[in-house]
């Protein structure tokens, strides 16, 4: 089944303590990202990556890090995480040919205390 | 200014009704629209695109008005199934970047 997939689904942690949400998807596509949605904002997208070893910061890309090393694997790295970093999270991919649908991942709903 | 603004809602309306969204933009050279459904607690899915001409999908409709830079989405014979947040969806004119609006909420009732 063509899929992304994150991990953890559920993460409640303290500030401070670095933490890592995993991404990867099946379909092999070049395009991926992370997004954060907050009430009333939307999705904001805090990274991409076009492909293997190419990312770039997107619109709220404080406190983040990310890295490509695979094409199917997206890491988001909290170095040191913050209450305000507390949101919903969801991972994306697509094909550079379809770029405009974007497979989300089932998101990762963080807490940081 | 929000780059992509939609009304948040909630749209209560009931089984068989027909609603309407809209959705303003503020980039006048924005070149590609969107409607993504995010059920409750669950990813976004692109529903369908907007075309100038205007496109239809079954029971959807989609619209697009470049001069006044908003698009539309309705919704006919609305379904419980329909029951979703609507998400406005821009694709900007610097690259490949797609810009979502907060999302519409809509909850169809029996």
């Known amino acids: 089944e063509a899929q992304v997939t994150q991990n953890p689904r559920y993460l409640i942690t303290v500030t401070g303590k670095k933490l890592t949400v995993t991404c990867s998807q099946n379909?092999?596509?070049?395009?991926m990202s992370w997004y954060r949605q907050d009430p009333g904002l939307g999705l904001r997208q805090i990274y991409y990556?076009?492909?293997?070893?190419?990312?770039d910061k997107g619109d709220v890309p404080e406190g983040y890090k990310v890295s490509r090393k695979e094409k199917r694997n997206f890491p988001l790295i909290l170095e040191s995480p913050s209450p305000n970093q507390t949101s919903l999270y969801f991972c994306?991919?697509?094909?550079?040919?379809?770029?405009?649908?974007?497979?989300f991942g089932p998101g990762t709903r963080l807490t940081v205390l | 200014r929000k780059e992509v603004e939609q009304d948040p809602g909630p749209f209560n309306v009931p089984e068989g009704a027909t609603v309407a969204f809209n959705c303003t933009y503020s980039?006048?050279?924005?070149?590609?629209f969107f409607w993504y459904r995010q059920d409750c607690r669950k990813e976004p899915k692109l529903l369908m695109s907007?075309?100038?001409s205007g496109n239809e999908d079954g029971r959807f409709t989609a619209q697009l008005n470049r001069a006044s830079q908003y698009i539309s989405l309705l919704i006919r014979d609305s379904k419980l199934s329909d029951s979703a947040t609507y998400l406005c969806?821009?694709?900007?004119?610097?690259?490949?970047?797609?810009?979502f609006g907060a999302g519409t909420i809509l909850r169809v009732k029996s």
């Open positions: 969806v821009v694709n900007m004119e610097y690259g490949n970047k797609l810009v």
């Open positions: 980039n006048s050279a924005s070149q590609s």
């Open positions: 994306a991919s697509s094909r550079p040919d379809s770029y405009n649908e974007q497979f």
């Open positions: 907007v075309y100038s």
């Open positions: 379909m092999n596509h070049e395009y």
């Open positions: 990556s076009m492909n293997v070893e190419v990312t």
